[in-house]
């Protein structure tokens, strides 16, 4: 039921200890299996870098809209509010840890919706976007990608050579590079490898970003 995504190639692992049971389209998880996930949101070293939780439709890989969510724990409820792109919104809280209440997840019962867990940046990219800012992004991830791949991920976790954009609407469009290039935006994704841009050099995004996430050429050969 869990499938890779761009970003989560090499998280396949991480992500199948995660138990997910579904019945029609409503998903359940222990509160505490994504804690040990989400903890790593407030390190010093991934500032600008976050795990997201998703839902993919499997069909055509868009996300599935997240129609409700909660947790419960015996007579104890409470209702959990997605982002405005369907982003599973999960409070960090070491008591909710202790007490390991169930997450509920419903999503359209018209669609096969996948588990997606991946690495992102915590606010959306706009405008014109230096090397430099690229770059301060780049090791935030792989750090990032290799906390949450274990003690020896740094052995098989692929580099992260750039960014992979998502942008809303299925947009079409174009990224402007300072070098008069061009990055075709198809179907609302762009990759952009780091060395594109060039030191001194800026990429202009047409619109706002939904999702950034890690580019990893190597990892998918």
């Known amino acids: 039921m869990i499938k890779k995504s ?28 994504l804690f040990s996930q989400m903890k790593n949101n407030v390190e010093d070293d991934h500032k600008d870098v976050k795990v997201g939780f998703f839902f993919v439709n499997a069909d055509n890989k868009t996300l599935c ?10 007579a104890h ?28 997840v419903d999503t359209p ?11 992102m940046t915590k606010q959306p990219l706009q405008g014109r976007i230096s090397y430099s800012e690229i770059e301060s ?10 906390d949450l791949g274990g003690m020896f991920a740094s052995w098989f976790t692929p580099d992260v050579s750039g960014l992979t954009l998502e942008f809303a609407n ?4 174009e990224i402007q590079l300072s070098d008069g ?6 179907n609302g994704k762009a990759q952009v490898g780091l060395e594109q841009i060039g030191e001194e050099g800026w990429m202009e995004l047409p619109q706002m970003t939904q999702r950034v996430l890690p580019y990893l050429p190597k990892a998918q050969k």
């Open 170 to 173: 299925h947009l079409d469009s």
């Open 137 to 146: 992004l780049l090791p935030q991830m792989q750090s990032m990608l290799e």
């Open 77 to 104: 409820y409470e209702e959990l509010h997605p982002s405005a792109i369907n982003e599973l919104i999960v409070p960090l809280d070491n008591n909710l840890r202790q007490a390991n209440p169930l997450v509920f």
């Open 181 to 186: 290039g061009v990055v075709p935006i198809v």
């Open 6 to 33: 761009i970003s989560t190639i090499l998280l396949a692992g991480i992500c199948s200890s995660i138990p997910v049971t579904s019945w029609a389209q409503e998903y359940m998880f222990t509160y505490s299996k």
């Open 65 to 74: 809209r997240i129609d409700k969510a909660w947790m419960e724990k015996e």
């Open 109 to 119: 019962n018209d669609q096969r919706c996948d588990f997606s867990m991946v690495v």
